[in-house]
């Protein structure tokens, strides 16, 4: 499996750094560029912190699609691998990218922070040693929002697994790219209605933030879960590539 890993990383590399390096030289190029361009330049890195944001997720739908149902996935569903350990792969190969591109984002903050927003190198090892201090002391706190971060964008993954999949099969003929999204929105509608119908609100009200975390913890691994099966059903059961 870590062997299905390692290549799934490195076939999947291109798109993903191509796109952290564009934000990345932006970020370095801001305050070497004549004022009235940097200005502008300033204005877009705003849009770029949610640019990078979209396109890390456009990113883990591109390629799981191509990989899996384009021409490389004639020869992805022919490995002699179980769709179990398949999407496995591709959930972490997806997960790991997800984790570094926030990581990127938080580069690219600080660059800025040093370049253009006045702030010294020693000033942002202070902070981060303020806050070092702060999560000794909350630790268990740190640990289940990790954890509860890890399982909300398992949950945006796998869904988006399963959305694609779903329209590769034979219950969605035609238009799946436009079927797809609308399929997806959707869903989160349906998901967030039902939440709001179902009588939470006391029990939640009684809960401490740990026991909140811990149930949005809970919430997020079943739907993950059962995106994950699901997906695995229509792939070994319904699926027809492209």
């Known amino acids: 499996m870590l062997k299905l890993l390692k290549y799934e990383i490195v076939q999947s590399y291109r798109q993903y750094l191509l796109t952290f390096a564009i934000f990345l030289i932006l970020c370095i190029m801001t305050p070497w560029v004549p004022d009235f361009i940097s200005g502008i330049l300033a204005s877009l890195l705003v849009f770029a912190f949610i640019g990078i944001s979209i396109a890390i997720n456009v990113n883990v739908i591109l390629n799981f699609n191509r990989s899996m149902y384009k021409r490389p996935g004639y020869?992805?569903?022919?490995?002699?691998?179980?769709?179990?350990?398949?999407?496995?792969?591709?959930?972490?190969?997806?997960?790991?990218?997800?984790?570094?591109?926030?990581?990127?984002?938080?580069?690219?903050?600080?660059?800025?922070?040093?370049?253009?927003?006045?702030?010294?190198?020693k000033d942002i090892l202070e902070g981060g040693n303020i806050l070092i201090n702060i999560l000794g002391e909350n630790v268990d706190e740190f640990i289940l929002q990790i954890i509860n971060y890890l399982a909300g964008i398992s949950t945006m993954i796998l869904s988006f697994f399963f959305v694609i999949t779903l329209t590769k099969t034979k219950y969605i003929p035609k238009y799946k790219t436009a079927l797809g999204i609308g399929i997806y929105f959707l869903g989160l509608v349906l998901?967030?209605?039902?939440?709001?119908?179902?009588?939470?609100?006391?029990?939640?009200?009684?809960?401490?933030?740990?026991?909140?975390?811990?149930?949005?913890?809970?919430?997020?691994?079943?739907?993950?879960?059962?995106?994950?099966?699901?997906?695995?059903?229509?792939?070994?059961h319904k699926i027809e590539v492209e």
């Open 75 to 121: 020869l992805t569903l022919t490995l002699p691998v179980s769709t179990n350990k398949l999407l496995a792969v591709k959930y972490l190969g997806s997960l790991i990218w997800v984790f570094i591109g926030y990581l990127v984002l938080a580069i690219g903050i600080v660059i800025l922070s040093l370049l253009v927003g006045g702030v010294d190198f």
């Open 191 to 236: 998901i967030a209605k039902i939440i709001s119908l179902l009588p939470i609100g006391n029990f939640i009200s009684n809960l401490t933030f740990i026991q909140i975390t811990i149930c949005e913890i809970l919430f997020n691994c079943l739907f993950a879960g059962v995106f994950y099966f699901l997906t695995i059903y229509l792939i070994d």
